[in-house]
């Protein structure tokens, strides 16, 4: 059964600050992977795919890595404003469609 | 494009009430899922459909039953509430099965059951 990880739970930065969130997962039998953005009492908003056979992924100040054999993901954030302030969820996904979810990172960026 | 829409965003029942929790998308997806999700257990897949008439059982999918007569359409039906149904309830889609695509989600629907 396919477990998230999400570390750290929660992250406090200033801003201007590059950070790091991590998520790993246990079968590393999946399609690919999704990192989503949560605000709170909100839907959430995707941020990247991540193909099973793709090495990473960027949009804008944000860029995403995944290493399947290792069963690991990385989101980075360059330049943290406080705007970018939320939770960050990771979900691999499988043939089906199916998303397994960690419980994510909660992100504060202070002023 | 509106997207994908859920209503009710909020709801409360009483214990043994049913109900249906109504998800439309206008982008021509064919695949539809529900999720809950709980403090401090992320979220959890309830039921998904890849296609008009086919349905399929989740994770979480004891109390709820769900049917897809339409590619627009994939309503969730809860059929004798219960507290430990108190969530919010997200509903996704995206183009196709196949891990290809990428997933969005609507802005929820929270459901207190007393």
């Known amino acids: 059964k396919q477990e998230v990880t999400q570390i750290p739970a929660a992250l406090s930065v200033p801003e201007g600050e590059n950070l790091v969130l991590n998520c790993s997962f246990t079968d590393s039998a999946i399609y690919n992977l999704q990192w989503f953005r949560q605000d709170p009492g909100k839907g959430l908003t995707s941020l990247l795919l991540i193909q099973s056979s793709q090495r990473e992924q960027t949009s804008g100040r944000l860029n995403a890595s995944l290493d399947k054999s290792s069963g690991r993901s990385t989101l980075y954030i360059a330049a943290s404003q406080p705007g970018d302030s939320a939770t960050y969820l990771c979900?691999?996904?499988?043939?089906?469609?199916?998303?397994?979810f960690g419980t994510g990172t909660l992100l504060a960026v202070q002023p | 494009n509106a997207g994908v829409t859920q209503t009710p965003k909020f709801q409360v029942l009483k214990t043994g009430q049913s109900m249906t929790l109504q998800c439309a998308q206008d982008m021509n997806h064919e695949y539809m899922s529900w999720y809950r999700q709980d403090p401090g257990m992320g979220l959890r897949l309830i039921h998904y459909?890849?296609?008009?008439?086919?349905?399929d059982q989740g994770e979480v999918p004891n109390g709820y039953n769900v049917s897809r007569s339409t590619t627009e359409d994939f309503p969730l039906r809860l059929l004798s509430a219960a507290p430990s149904q108190t969530s919010v309830y997200f509903c996704a889609s995206s183009y196709a099965a196949g891990g290809t695509y990428e997933q969005y989600f609507g802005p929820g629907t929270r459901l207190t059951v007393t």
């Open positions: 459909s890849v296609g008009a008439g086919i349905t």
């Open positions: 979900a691999p996904g499988g043939a089906t469609n199916k998303l397994i």
